[in-house]
Protein backbone atom coordinates (compact mmCIF):
# COMPACT_ATOMS: atom_id res chain seq x y z
CA UNK A 1 0.00 0.00 0.00
CA UNK A 2 1.27 3.09 -0.99
CA UNK A 3 2.73 5.42 1.69
CA UNK A 4 3.04 9.60 1.85
CA UNK A 5 4.15 11.95 4.68
CA UNK A 6 2.31 14.71 5.85
CA UNK A 7 2.77 18.19 5.87
CA UNK A 8 4.78 19.49 8.79
CA UNK A 9 4.12 21.97 11.04
CA UNK A 10 2.08 24.56 12.23
CA UNK A 11 0.60 27.15 9.69
CA UNK A 12 0.98 30.82 10.19
CA UNK A 13 -1.54 31.76 13.32
CA UNK A 14 -3.26 34.10 10.27
CA UNK A 15 -3.63 31.07 8.56
CA UNK A 16 -4.90 28.69 11.27
CA UNK A 17 -8.70 30.58 11.54
CA UNK A 18 -9.15 29.66 7.72
CA UNK A 19 -8.61 26.06 7.78
CA UNK A 20 -11.49 23.74 7.40
CA UNK A 21 -12.35 21.91 10.40
CA UNK A 22 -9.80 18.19 11.14
CA UNK A 23 -7.46 19.92 8.56
CA UNK A 24 -4.68 19.55 11.85
CA UNK A 25 -3.56 16.02 13.04
CA UNK A 26 -1.33 15.04 15.69
CA UNK A 27 0.97 12.63 15.96
CA UNK A 28 0.21 10.03 18.72
CA UNK A 29 3.83 8.98 19.39
CA UNK A 30 5.79 12.34 18.76
CA UNK A 31 2.91 14.57 19.45
CA UNK A 32 4.42 16.48 16.09
CA UNK A 33 1.24 18.63 14.41
CA UNK A 34 0.81 18.11 11.12
CA UNK A 35 -1.63 19.50 8.12
CA UNK A 36 -3.69 16.73 7.01
CA UNK A 37 -4.02 16.56 3.21
CA UNK A 38 -5.66 13.99 0.40
CA UNK A 39 -5.25 11.00 0.11
CA UNK A 40 -5.87 8.91 -2.72
CA UNK A 41 -7.86 5.13 -2.00
CA UNK A 42 -5.32 2.88 -0.60
CA UNK A 43 -3.25 5.60 0.61
CA UNK A 44 -1.75 6.44 4.03
CA UNK A 45 -0.14 8.94 5.50
CA UNK A 46 2.83 8.67 8.04
CA UNK A 47 4.25 11.42 10.43
CA UNK A 48 7.34 13.25 8.63
CA UNK A 49 9.33 13.28 11.85
CA UNK A 50 9.00 9.86 13.53
CA UNK A 51 7.04 7.87 10.50
CA UNK A 52 4.42 6.47 12.54
CA UNK A 53 0.52 5.57 10.91
CA UNK A 54 -1.35 9.59 10.97
CA UNK A 55 -4.23 8.34 9.41
CA UNK A 56 -5.07 6.46 6.03
CA UNK A 57 -8.37 5.73 3.27
CA UNK A 58 -8.65 2.29 3.04
CA UNK A 59 -10.14 0.82 -0.69
CA UNK A 60 -13.59 0.27 -1.20
CA UNK A 61 -15.25 1.31 1.73
CA UNK A 62 -18.09 1.94 0.28
CA UNK A 63 -18.33 -1.24 -1.21
CA UNK A 64 -17.32 -3.63 1.00
CA UNK A 65 -19.65 -2.16 3.69
CA UNK A 66 -22.73 -2.47 1.59
CA UNK A 67 -21.74 -5.57 0.48
CA UNK A 68 -21.67 -6.58 4.06
CA UNK A 69 -24.63 -4.63 5.19
CA UNK A 70 -26.80 -6.93 2.53
CA UNK A 71 -25.62 -9.88 3.62
CA UNK A 72 -26.23 -8.88 7.28
CA UNK A 73 -29.60 -8.03 6.54
CA UNK A 74 -29.98 -11.41 4.50
CA UNK A 75 -28.72 -13.00 7.78
CA UNK A 76 -30.81 -11.38 9.90
CA UNK A 77 -34.45 -12.37 8.52
CA UNK A 78 -32.92 -15.93 8.03
CA UNK A 79 -31.96 -16.02 11.43
CA UNK A 80 -35.67 -14.78 12.83
CA UNK A 81 -37.46 -17.06 10.25
CA UNK A 82 -36.19 -20.72 11.22
CA UNK A 83 -36.25 -22.52 14.96
CA UNK A 84 -32.56 -21.38 16.59
CA UNK A 85 -32.45 -24.30 18.80
CA UNK A 86 -35.04 -27.41 19.72
CA UNK A 87 -35.34 -28.87 22.64
CA UNK A 88 -35.75 -33.19 22.59
CA UNK A 89 -37.14 -34.37 26.53
CA UNK A 90 -39.00 -37.24 26.99
CA UNK A 91 -39.89 -37.61 23.56
CA UNK A 92 -41.38 -34.42 23.77
CA UNK A 93 -39.77 -31.54 21.42
CA UNK A 94 -39.74 -27.93 22.02
CA UNK A 95 -38.72 -25.57 19.31
CA UNK A 96 -36.62 -22.15 20.32
CA UNK A 97 -36.64 -18.96 18.10
CA UNK A 98 -34.63 -16.02 18.24
CA UNK A 99 -37.97 -13.97 19.89
CA UNK A 100 -38.73 -16.93 22.27
CA UNK A 101 -36.13 -15.81 24.80
CA UNK A 102 -37.91 -12.07 25.15
CA UNK A 103 -41.12 -13.98 25.24
CA UNK A 104 -40.76 -16.06 28.10
CA UNK A 105 -38.87 -13.49 30.05
CA UNK A 106 -42.40 -11.31 29.48
CA UNK A 107 -44.18 -13.78 30.04
CA UNK A 108 -42.21 -14.47 33.82
CA UNK A 109 -42.81 -11.09 34.79
CA UNK A 110 -39.41 -9.81 33.90
CA UNK A 111 -40.93 -7.21 31.24
CA UNK A 112 -37.93 -4.37 31.63
CA UNK A 113 -35.20 -7.14 30.96
CA UNK A 114 -37.32 -8.34 27.71
CA UNK A 115 -37.29 -4.91 26.33
CA UNK A 116 -33.53 -4.74 27.12
CA UNK A 117 -32.53 -7.81 25.73
CA UNK A 118 -35.00 -7.22 22.58
CA UNK A 119 -33.58 -4.00 21.92
CA UNK A 120 -29.38 -5.06 22.12
CA UNK A 121 -30.39 -8.69 20.56
CA UNK A 122 -32.91 -7.77 17.83
CA UNK A 123 -33.71 -4.02 17.29
CA UNK A 124 -30.11 -1.83 17.36
CA UNK A 125 -28.89 -4.84 15.15
CA UNK A 126 -31.64 -4.26 12.93
CA UNK A 127 -31.70 -0.33 13.14
CA UNK A 128 -27.37 -0.52 11.91
CA UNK A 129 -28.05 -2.56 9.35
CA UNK A 130 -30.58 -0.41 8.06
CA UNK A 131 -28.71 2.88 8.41
CA UNK A 132 -25.37 1.35 6.97
CA UNK A 133 -27.49 0.52 3.97
CA UNK A 134 -28.98 4.27 3.96
CA UNK A 135 -25.28 5.76 4.00
CA UNK A 136 -23.83 3.13 1.27
CA UNK A 137 -26.16 2.48 -1.09
CA UNK A 138 -27.07 5.79 -2.08
CA UNK A 139 -23.38 6.58 -2.79
CA UNK A 140 -22.67 3.23 -4.59
CA UNK A 141 -25.08 5.04 -7.08
CA UNK A 142 -23.50 8.14 -7.39
CA UNK A 143 -25.84 9.87 -5.22
CA UNK A 144 -25.52 11.70 -2.50
CA UNK A 145 -27.64 11.22 0.64
CA UNK A 146 -28.98 14.18 2.48
CA UNK A 147 -29.54 12.37 5.59
CA UNK A 148 -25.56 11.03 5.85
CA UNK A 149 -24.54 13.33 9.16
CA UNK A 150 -27.80 12.55 11.60
CA UNK A 151 -27.66 8.91 10.18
CA UNK A 152 -23.97 8.82 10.77
CA UNK A 153 -24.64 10.06 14.48
CA UNK A 154 -27.07 7.25 14.94
CA UNK A 155 -24.80 4.52 13.91
CA UNK A 156 -22.32 5.75 16.27
CA UNK A 157 -24.33 5.70 19.41
CA UNK A 158 -26.23 2.01 18.84
CA UNK A 159 -22.87 0.45 18.08
CA UNK A 160 -22.41 0.59 22.25
CA UNK A 161 -26.09 -1.25 22.17
CA UNK A 162 -25.73 -4.10 19.67
CA UNK A 163 -24.64 -6.89 21.85
CA UNK A 164 -25.52 -10.13 19.64
CA UNK A 165 -22.32 -12.13 20.90
CA UNK A 166 -23.33 -11.32 24.41
CA UNK A 167 -26.82 -13.31 22.89
CA UNK A 168 -24.99 -15.88 21.51
CA UNK A 169 -22.63 -16.62 24.74
CA UNK A 170 -25.77 -16.38 27.05
CA UNK A 171 -27.94 -19.23 24.51
CA UNK A 172 -24.10 -20.91 24.45
CA UNK A 173 -23.76 -21.47 28.09
CA UNK A 174 -27.54 -22.30 28.66
CA UNK A 175 -27.12 -24.95 26.55
CA UNK A 176 -24.08 -26.67 27.74
CA UNK A 177 -26.11 -26.45 30.92
CA UNK A 178 -29.31 -28.09 29.59
CA UNK A 179 -27.28 -30.60 27.22
CA UNK A 180 -27.46 -33.47 30.59
CA UNK A 181 -31.31 -32.82 31.34
CA UNK A 182 -32.65 -32.88 27.32
CA UNK A 183 -30.80 -33.47 23.56
CA UNK A 184 -30.31 -29.99 22.03
CA UNK A 185 -29.70 -29.43 18.32
CA UNK A 186 -28.84 -25.99 16.94
CA UNK A 187 -31.23 -24.91 13.99
CA UNK A 188 -30.59 -23.21 10.74
CA UNK A 189 -31.61 -19.79 12.82
CA UNK A 190 -28.12 -20.44 15.10
CA UNK A 191 -25.33 -20.78 11.75
CA UNK A 192 -27.14 -17.86 10.28
CA UNK A 193 -27.38 -15.92 13.58
CA UNK A 194 -23.58 -16.97 13.76
CA UNK A 195 -22.95 -15.83 10.32
CA UNK A 196 -24.61 -12.60 11.02
CA UNK A 197 -22.06 -12.07 13.92
CA UNK A 198 -18.84 -11.82 11.88
CA UNK A 199 -20.47 -10.25 8.91
CA UNK A 200 -22.07 -7.62 10.55
CA UNK A 201 -18.82 -7.30 12.40
CA UNK A 202 -16.60 -6.91 9.44
CA UNK A 203 -18.92 -4.05 8.23
CA UNK A 204 -18.38 -2.04 11.49
CA UNK A 205 -15.11 -2.50 11.34
CA UNK A 206 -13.96 -1.14 7.65
CA UNK A 207 -17.03 1.76 8.12
CA UNK A 208 -15.14 5.06 8.06
CA UNK A 209 -17.57 8.00 8.68
CA UNK A 210 -14.41 9.96 7.15
CA UNK A 211 -14.03 8.27 4.16
CA UNK A 212 -17.99 8.48 3.57
CA UNK A 213 -17.78 11.81 3.34
CA UNK A 214 -14.76 11.95 1.42
CA UNK A 215 -16.85 10.04 -1.20
CA UNK A 216 -20.04 12.41 -0.90
CA UNK A 217 -17.55 15.28 -1.34
CA UNK A 218 -16.03 13.09 -4.97
CA UNK A 219 -19.96 12.97 -5.74
CA UNK A 220 -20.66 16.54 -5.06
Known sequence: MPAAQAQPGVPAS??????????????HDCDLVSVRRP??????????????????????????TLACSFASLVLFVLANA????????????????????????????????????L??????????????????LPLALGRRPAWLAPVCKLVARL????????YLLGVIVSAIKLSDMAELVFGPASYAFGALII??????????????????????
Open 119 to 136: FTGELAPLVIIGCLLLLT
Open 39 to 64: LAHGEKANCARCGSLLYRRPRDVVQF
Open 159 to 166: KAWSMMEV
Open 14 to 27: SSIAELPAGALVVC
Open 199 to 220: VSTAALARFDPEVVWLAVEERA
Open 82 to 117: FPFLEFKIAGRVQVGHMVSGVRTLHDEGYGELAAMV
